[in-house]
């Protein structure tokens, strides 16, 4: 070894740590200068070493019992249920077609910065369907 650090595990080490701050793929790309796939690609990267490495040996797999599987269809039905109540409302709000409405303009900008902060968090809930599924592609 010629002593000289790994440009890629420094890379990786600097995308967990951005990680493990609750930033997005996207803000982390942002930040690092380089694609959200390649984020994508070092998160499944490290993700794959942490199961390799850090699993703690277990003689046991933990038992799948009726009460987990009850709190694992609850968990389901809640997530389609929020899932048909945000299509409901992004329908409702693009019927209404807000921004061609006649409003005060610091209402107009409340909307409009509302609307950002969503869209931000709705991004980052779409990273982790490509963190957690990497093969879908939307």
């Known amino acids: ?12 080490d600097r995308v967990r740590q951005l990680r493990a701050t609750g930033a997005s793929t996207r803000a982390i790309a942002k930040e690092l200068n380089m694609s959200k796939d390649t984020v994508r690609r070092d998160l499944a990267h490290l993700a794959q070493h942490h199961d390799q ?3 703690p040996p277990s003689p046991r797999h933990p038992r799948i019992t009726p009460a987990l599987l ?3 269809a609850q968990r389901n039905a809640a997530g389609a ?3 048909r109540q945000l299509a409901y409302a ?10 061609h409405l006649c409003v005060p303009r610091p209402q107009a900008h409340q909307w409009a910065a509302e609307l950002h902060a969503h869209a931000q968090t709705l991004a980052r809930i779409l990273d982790d369907f490509h963190t957690y599924y990497p093969d879908w592609r939307g």
């Open 53 to 55: 490495q850090e699993a």
């Open 70 to 72: 009850a709190e694992v």
């Open 90 to 99: 992004v329908a409702q709000v693009e019927a209404e077609r807000v921004a």
């Open 81 to 83: 249920d929020a899932m």
């Open 1 to 12: 070894m010629n002593g000289t650090a790994d440009p890629r595990a420094i890379r990786r």
